[in-house]
């Protein structure tokens, strides 16, 4: 089991009702944790030697396939190393294979993004600490597992960073700010990232002239030419944030504005392209509404969230992080209200929301 402490905060994804994977994060340091049931209990599966390091990208595939990226801290200085490590289990974290990704030229990373296509073929993302953004984010490719790597020369007016996903050896998305007007723009690549096309994404009429944030896009997984994508809305000095759904039906060629989402900012998962949740979040203690949608965002059902035990819980904590993997099961993490010093909890519904369970700590 995990030890826990104050000012623990959790990370999850889950795979199934019943595996998942998760990053556990205090002021000591990040541990990877795994549970098989559900998330009621959490066990470190961490690489040896790396507790301390922060992983800074991870790529949880399936229940026993994980990758995850460290820039290790020497032992000596307490400072970062110059290189960054890949480190891969499929064994469910019993065992993990460790690399070198770049030689001795790499500066303090902020973050790094990584996209598996295949176990041979392994894209990242490397982006700098913000006080270094006049260098440029470094896209690399391994195409032999991670045995060697080499640097793709990307198009100088393509901001790197962001959310990076290669669907297949050549073919990628890339969700990044453009650093001058701070919007959001949607590329995809054929080849492997050596060049990329701009997809244009209409604005709602509604949210003209806010600074539009898009997620990556999520497609079926029995109809590649269908997808969905989540954006954010945010007016010039205004802190609210509006968010809507987009949708499309030839693979990504072309996206139309579905509708807004419930609420103003909050968490969203979507299980399916079809099958969502949300929260509205509030700065207040507000009582939260889970809403769902069965037709891609197209409508919106709320559920009540029980008063017991969440308005207890709301006096000190606020939803950090909403996770389902189908209508009826799902968990939301928690977390403490700012200043609060509490450890994140994990509670667990098998209902679509209508009552939940404690899971964590």
């Known amino acids: 089991m995990v030890e826990l402490t104050k000012n623990n905060w959790i990370n999850i994804h889950m795979i199934n009702t019943d595996v998942g994977w998760g990053v556990v994060y205090s002021t000591k340091g990040a541990t990877v944790v795994r549970t098989t049931d559900g998330g009621k209990s959490w066990f470190n599966v961490s690489p040896n030697g790396t507790s301390a390091d922060t992983p800074n990208g991870v790529d949880f595939i399936n229940e026993d396939t994980a990758w995850i990226t460290i820039q290790p801290v020497s032992q000596s200085t307490n400072t970062f190393q110059t290189y960054l490590m890949l480190y891969h289990t499929n064994n469910g974290g019993q065992t993990w294979s460790s690399m070198r990704v770049s030689g001795n030229d790499q500066p303090p990373i902020q973050e790094t993004e990584i996209s598996i296509v295949k176990p041979s ?3 990242i993302d490397i982006v700098p600490e913000h006080g270094m953004n006049s260098l ?3 896209l690399a490719v391994s195409n032999d597992g991670g045995t060697s790597w080499k640097t793709v020369n990307t198009p100088s007016n393509v ?3 962001g959310s990076l996903q290669f669907v297949t050896s050549s073919t990628g998305w890339l969700s990044t700010s453009n650093s001058t007007t701070g919007d959001y723009q949607l590329y995809q690549t054929f080849d492997g990232g050596k060049s990329w096309n701009e997809h244009q994404v209409p604005t709602p009429s509604q949210y003209q002239g806010d600074k539009a944030s898009l997620s990556l896009p999520q497609f079926s997984a029995t109809n590649p030419n269908v997808g969905i994508m989540e954006a954010y809305f945010q007016g010039q000095g205004n802190v609210v944030e509006h968010r809507g759904i987009y ?3 030839d693979a990504g060629k072309s996206w139309s504005f579905v509708g807004p989402m419930p609420g103003q900012a909050g968490l969203a ?3 399916t392209t079809s099958i969502g949740v949300a929260i509205p979040l509030s700065t207040t203690k507000t009582f ?3 809403y769902e949608t069965t037709n891609g965002g197209n409508s919106w059902t709320p559920v009540s969230l029980p008063q017991t035990p969440f308005s207890t819980l709301l006096q000190n904590y606020i939803p950090s992080q909403l996770d389902f993997v189908s209508k009826s099961v799902g ?5 403490p209200r700012r200043g609060g010093t509490a450890t994140d909890q994990v509670w667990e ?4 929301g209508h009552t939940w369970t404690k899971d964590w700590p």
């Open 269 to 271: 998962s979507f299980p």
């Open 159 to 161: 901001q790197l960073g």
């Open 349 to 352: 519904t098998k209902d679509g």
């Open 247 to 249: 949708s499309t039906s």
């Open 288 to 290: 939260p509404t889970l």
């Open 121 to 123: 073929t392994i894209y």
């Open 136 to 138: 440029p984010g470094q």
């Open 331 to 335: 968990w939301i993490v928690w977390g």
